[in-house]
C-alpha cells in the first residue's frame, strides 16, 4: 500500500508540464496513467475513515478538493453539519446540452475488523485486489466517476453540457446531511441537470465473467423505518407484575411476524422479469414472460416466494432488526422497543401502511414512531441515456439484455426524482454474484480489473452523453 502511494508521487512528479500538454492533444486518455492513479486513489481512499456514524464526511471532501485543486478544478465542500461534508466540483460546457452529475456518496456502513480477513481501512493492494469498506459501495464507483472527471479535463474535452462530480454524505443513513440537504438548501447547484448517474444498477456477470445483464435502474422501494415502543410497571426481576413492556412487545411482534403483505407485482417489476425471460431456462422462462399469470400457479407462486429477492420484488417486507428491553438481567424496564425496517412497493402510501400495522399489532398502548420515511418516486425516463447504455452493451458484451430491475434497497436518486430530475443506478462495473454479498458485508473488495474496465466504459459512457 506504502509503494504504491510512492508510485502515485513518482507518476505525479515525473509529468513535467510539457507532457501535460502533449497528453491533453492525444485524442485518448493515457488509461495505464489513468488507472494507476486510480489504483492508489482508490486505496487512499478506503483509508479515510467515513464510517457512518458519525460519517466524518468532511476528511472525504477534503481529500477530493486537494485532488480537484492540483488539477486546476473549481470545487465547493458543503458541510451540511459539523464534519459532514459534500463535494461538488464542475466542468463547463457549451451549454448546449443539459448538465449531467456524477454522484456518488462518501459515507460507508460500520465493519467489524474482527470479521475480516484484511483490516477493513488499509486500503490493502495484494494480488490484483483492492481490500476494504467502500470498496464497492460506494468509494470504487466515486474513483471511476473522478478519474473520468479528471480525464476529461486533461484531454480538454470539448463538452457540449457540463458535468458535475459530486460526492455525498449520509447516503447509508438516510442522506437528510448529504443529497437530502443540498436538495432542499442548494436547488441552484443542480438548476440545468437533466440526468444523474448514480449507483443502484450495473453489469452482472458470471463466474466466467462474461456478461449477464445490464441493470439500469428507474425505481426503488421506499423504506419505511418505524420504532415500536412498549410501556409497563419497572421493578426486580424476581416479581414480575402483570403489567410487563417486554411482554407487551413480544406479544405485538409476534403479530406482525405472523402478518405476510399481499403479493402485488408493480408494472416495472411486470417488465422487468419479461425482459429477463428469454435469458432464463425454461420452464421459467414462460413464466417470466406474464408474472402475473404465473404467480395465480399455486406450486409456481410457492418456489418463486421462497427465493427472498423475487419476494421482496413483489411485496412490502417487515423485517424486525432490533430489540431492546433492560440492560441487566434481574431489572424488568418501563420500556421496550423494536425497530422495523419494512419496505414499501412502488405506489404504496407510508400513511395507509401505517394504520394497517397498527391494526396488526393490535395493542394502541404501543406507540408507532417514523424513524424514516420518504415518497417513492420514479425516475422521469431518459431516452437517450438509455440508448447509450444499450449501445456500450452492444458492443462491449453483445446479445446481453439491458433491463430495469426494481432496487429493493434505496439510493440518493429519490431526492432528485422527487424534483423531476431523471436519476439512473447504473455505473459500468462488472459484478459476479459471489461479490454481491461483499457490499454491507464482509471483506468487501474490488479487483483492479474491475476498477479498470469501470474506467474505460464510464469515460466513453460520458463522454457519449456529454459530448456529443
Ligand atoms: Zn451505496
Not at 483492492?130 to 463538452?159: C, H, S, Y
Not at 449507483?199 to 456478461?211: F, K, N, S
Not at 424476581?238 to 408493480?266: C, G
Not at 395465480?296 to 421482496?312: V, Y
Request: some cysteine; hydrophobic content about 45%; charged content about 25%.
Amino acid at each position: 500500500m506504502r509503494r504504491s502511494i510512492i508510485v502515485l508521487f513518482m507518476l505525479v512528479l515525473s509529468l513535467s508540464a510539457g507532457e501535460m500538454r502533449a497528453r491533453a492533444a492525444q485524442p485518448a486518455p493515457d488509461w495505464k496513467i489513468l488507472e494507476e492513479e486510480a489504483v492508489a486513489l482508490l486505496s487512499r481512499y478506503i483509508q479515510v475513515n467515513t464510517t457512518n456514524p458519525p460519517g466524518n464526511e468532511i476528511q472525504a471532501a477534503q481529500f477530493f478538493k486537494e485532488i480537484f485543486d492540483r488539477e486546476g478544478i473549481e470545487a465547493r465542500i458543503f458541510e451540511s453539519a459539523p464534519g459532514r461534508g459534500n463535494i461538488y466540483a464542475r466542468l463547463l460546457g457549451d451549454g448546449s446540452k443539459k448538465a449531467l452529475v456524477l454522484l456518488n456518496h462518501m459515507d460507508v456502513v460500520p465493519a467489524d475488523a474482527k470479521l475480516w480477513k484484511e483490516p477493513p481501512f488499509s486500503g490493502l493492494i495484494k494480488e490484483g485486489v483492492i481490500w476494504g469498506r467502500g470498496a464497492l459501495d460506494n468509494k470504487g464507483p466515486a474513483i471511476m466517476e473522478l478519474m473520468t472527471f479528471l480525464a476529461l479535463k486533461r484531454q480538454n474535452v470539448r463538452l457540449k453540457g457540463d458535468v458535475i462530480f459530486l460526492g455525498t454524505a449520509d447516503e447509508e443513513a438516510g442522506g437528510a446531511w448529504g443529497a437530502g440537504y443540498l436538495v432542499e438548501k442548494h436547488p441552484e447547484l443542480f438548476k440545468d441537470v437533466g440526468l444523474v448517474l448514480n449507483e443502484g444498477g450495473g453489469i452482472r456477470v458470471g463466474e466466467d465473467g462474461r456478461a449477464r445483464v445490464y441493470n439500469v435502474s428507474v425505481a426503488e422501494k421506499t423504506p419505511l423505518w418505524l420504532k415500536l415502543t412498549a410501556t409497563g410497571t419497572p421493578g426486580h426481576g424476581s416479581t414480575p407484575s402483570n403489567n410487563l413492556a417486554v411482554n407487551k412487545l413480544v406479544a405485538a411482534l409476534a403479530r406482525v411476524m405472523s402478518y405476510q403483505s399481499p403479493v402485488r407485482v408493480v408494472e416495472e417489476v411486470q417488465r422487468y422479469y419479461a425482459d429477463i425471460a428469454a435469458a432464463e431456462p425454461e420452464p421459467r422462462r414462460s413464466r417470466y414472460r406474464d408474472l402475473r399469470r404465473a404467480l395465480r400457479d399455486a406450486a409456481f407462486r410457492a418456489e418463486f416466494l421462497k427465493e427472498p429477492r423475487n419476494n421482496a420484488s413483489v411485496r412490502n417486507t417487515i423485517a424486525i432488526t432490533g430489540i431492546r428491553g433492560s440492560d441487566k438481567v434481574n431489572v424488568i424496564p418501563a420500556t421496550a422497543s423494536a425497530e422495523l425496517d419494512v419496505r414499501l412497493l412502488p405506489g404504496e402510501d407510508p400513511k395507509v401502511f401505517i394504520e394497517q400495522l397498527r391494526k396488526i399489532i393490535g395493542d394502541p398502548l404501543i406507540k408507532v414512531e417514523v424513524l424514516l420515511s420518504f415518497p417513492a418516486a420514479t425516475s422521469p425516463p431518459h431516452p437517450e441515456a438509455m440508448k447509450v447504455i444499450g449501445d456500450f452493451a452492444k458492443a462491449n458484451d453483445p446479445g446481453t439484455p439491458v433491463v430495469a430491475p426494481l432496487v429493493r434497497g434505496f439510493t440518493d436518486c429519490h431526492f432528485f426524482r422527487e424534483k423531476g430530475i431523471p436519476c439512473l443506478g447504473f455505473m459500468p462495473h462488472r459484478s459476479a454474484p459471489s461479490s454481491e454479498g461483499l457490499v454491507h458485508g464482509v471483506d468487501e473488495r474490488v479487483s483492479v480489473e474491475s476498477l479498470r474496465f469501470g474506467i474505460r466504459a464510464m469515460v466513453e459512457i460520458v463522454r457519449k452523453l456529454a459530448a456529443d
